[in-house]
């Protein structure tokens, strides 16, 4: 299994960027799916997650800006991020909680980084 995420870059404070992570390989069922985020030098946060049937939960930072959404479909978790602020600064890394074909075991697999960056 595996997690590719896309939709880092650069964005000015008050703009927008939206992040793409998608899982693919040998998965009977994605249960959860998140995104945490990373600072150099401090410990990696969850911004936000969503369960499979959509509910979803927001760190307090983010409430109101960011929005968690899922394709069941194409295993795909996607983070719409507004008002960005130059403290969303960080690398961000998508997460699933994965059963794989032929096991009755979940396993939390995680995505490379990406890196989204805050400045004018």
């Known amino acids: 299994v595996q997690l590719q995420a896309s939709g880092g870059g650069l964005a000015q404070p008050g703009g927008s960027l939206r992040l793409s992570c998608a899982a693919s390989?040998?998965?009977?069922?994605?249960?959860?799916m998140e995104w945490h985020r990373q600072v150099l030098g401090k410990q990696r946060e969850l911004v936000a997650n969503i369960s499979r049937g959509g509910l979803t939960n927001y760190a307090d930072s983010v409430k109101g800006r960011f929005t968690i959404s899922r394709d069941n479909a194409r295993s795909t978790v996607f983070l719409q991020m507004n008002s960005l602020k130059p403290d969303d600064t960080a690398v961000y890394y998508c997460k699933a909680e994965v059963v794989p074909i032929g096991t009755f075991v979940q396993f939390d697999f995680w995505g490379e980084g990406t890196l989204v960056t805050v400045s004018s």
């Open positions: 390989g040998s998965i009977f069922r994605i249960d959860d």
